[in-house]
């Protein structure tokens, strides 16, 4: 038990170095100056607007949290679940692999709370498939909602958008249709899956997908500086660069997402815009999240002394 305790708290440690290297890292492949040019080159009106739907993005996550507890069968106030989502993905969007970085930190937060290591892992797998149902659920009503026959920024013409987005939409609408026939849980080997009852399925689905979309509408925000772009064509965009980047695995999707959005968008000028991204989604929230993860340790092992000295006397 010791051990496992040490061994979190390395964790914890080495992702906070890493997240540190990577701001280093991420900044130093632009110049101040062109770092400047790029957030100048875009209206304040625009910042803020994709600043106010990053916000409301980082509050739909700490909506996965609140309906996993409840999942896990250990529900808790909307502020621990909060703290403890803003904490764990502040640091794990930038690091990558959320199931050890992320997922780490949740643990900390959620045993202290009173959840078992079952329980916490019940909560990571819940909002996994989240994202998973937002991302699908965005992408096909992206591809549906598209109008006119000619190509989108995909290079998809009416028909095919129109098969791909029915395709995006099968899984979330299978999740449900599981969810609200299937009684026992689904075991696959050594995989055992419990559906989640029908209203926490669907506020997975609404919830997950608002998530995303706020996202898009971030970036939407900020391209709107450089390209006549369209929501609906940034959401597509968008969708595919992070499933590219979750499936690269590299710590947050750090030169994937840009590669992907440059290679989909129609001018290399919306480099500013993604650059003014990754600001205000990864380093601002990184910047808070790390100080805030250092603080409610400290706390909680200061409260844990306190505790240990009364009960000695």
Known sequence: MIARRHLFKILIGAAICLAAFLVYRSLGRYTMDE??????????????????????SYLCL???????????????????????????LSIGHNVGLAAL??????????????????DVAKVIVFCGVTVGLGLGTLAGLALL?????????????????????????????????????????????????????????????VIGTLNFACVAASIQQLLA???????LDVAGAYVTANIAALISHVPGGLGVLEATMLGILPTSASIGALVAFRVLYFFVPLIVGVPTLLVTEAYYRHRGGKFLEQTVM
């Open 62 to 88: 700490g909506g996965f949290d609140a309906l996993a507890v409840r999942y896990a069968g250990k529900p808790l106030p909307l502020r621990q679940t909060s703290l403890a989502s803003f904490t764990a």
């Open 145 to 205: 909602l598209q109008r006119g026959d000619a190509p989108d920024l995909l290079g998809l013409d009416h028909g095919a958008r129109l098969t791909i987005g029915l395709v995006c939409l099968t899984g979330p609408v299978a999740y449900l249709l599981i969810c609200a026939l299937v009684r026992r849980p689904l075991v696959v080997r050594k995989w055992r899956f419990e559906p989640p009852a029908m209203p926490l399925a669907l506020g997975q689905v």
């Open 101 to 118: 970085s992320s997922g780490a930190v949740r643990y900390r937060f959620y045993t202290r709370w009173g959840l078992t290591g079952e």
């Open 225 to 231: 500086s450089f390209t006549e772009a369209g929501y």
């Open 35 to 56: 770092i400047e040019e790029s957030v100048r080159s875009i209206a304040g009106i625009r910042l803020a607007a994709a600043f106010f739907f990053v916000i409301l």
